[in-house]
Every structure is written in C-alpha cells, then in structure tokens.
C-alpha cells in the first residue's frame, strides 16, 4: 500500500486543519489506518486511528475531543481534522496503514507509511 498525506501548514492557535492521506496500490489488504506525530526532538507518538471496515475509531487522550478521524471508504482515502490547535499539536503528522485493529495500538501495527505533511501551530 502506498500513502501520500497532504494538508498540512502553518496555522494560528485555536485554528483548524484537514490533514487526507491517500492510499493506492493493495488496499484491500488494509484493516487499519492511522496517524502518528513526531514533534522536533521527540519519539513518533500515536495519534489516531480508524478501522477501515465498520469505522471504529481511536483517538488518543492528548488530541481527544479536538481531532477527529475518519475515512471515505470508496476513495480509498483518510482524514484527520484537526481543531482548537494548540502549539504542542506541531509536528511532522504521518499516515500509516497495517492489517490488524486491536484495543493499544502502536507503530508496531502499522506496515505501511506515508512521507509525512508538516504542521506548525503559532502562538
């Protein structure tokens, strides 16, 4: 599967963004699609992620209640939008897909990713 993510730029706190990623190529074979962030200086952390059958979503504490996940089934396309941006919510956001939806989800899980679309939130 290939992943090509889009949406990302510099943005005023209390703003939004709509963050896509795009997947081509075996996407039948993908079960779960997600968003991870990697800040300047930190560890890749997990953000959300959707069950690309049925939809169930997952959305991490930190972004809980301002981002949301979802997915157009027949375009073969996700998306994270964003709200209420704070700037700790800078960061490199990459899109990623894997083959298993299960409850903790991790890097781990995920196969396939995408380059990355930066994302900078001005105080």
Avoid at 24 to 35: A, D, E, N, P, Q
Avoid at 59 to 68: N, Q, S, Y
Wanted: charged share 20%; glycine share 12%.
């Amino acid at each position: 599967v290939q992943l090509q993510a889009s949406g990302g730029g510099l943005v005023q706190a209390g703003g939004s963004l709509r963050l896509s990623c795009a997947a081509s190529g075996r996407t039948f074979s993908t079960y779960v699609m997600g968003w991870f962030r990697q800040a300047p200086g930190k560890e890749r952390d997990f953000v959300a992620a959707i069950r690309w059958s049925g939809g169930a979503t997952y959305v991490a504490d930190p972004v809980k209640g301002r981002f949301t996940i979802s997915r157009e089934y027949a375009k073969d396309t996700m998306y994270l939008q964003m709200n209420s941006l704070k700037p700790e919510d800078t960061a490199v956001y990459y899109c990623a897909a894997g083959s298993r939806w299960r409850a903790g989800l991790t890097e781990t899980d995920f196969n396939s990713w995408g380059r990355g679309t930066e994302v900078t939130v001005s105080s």
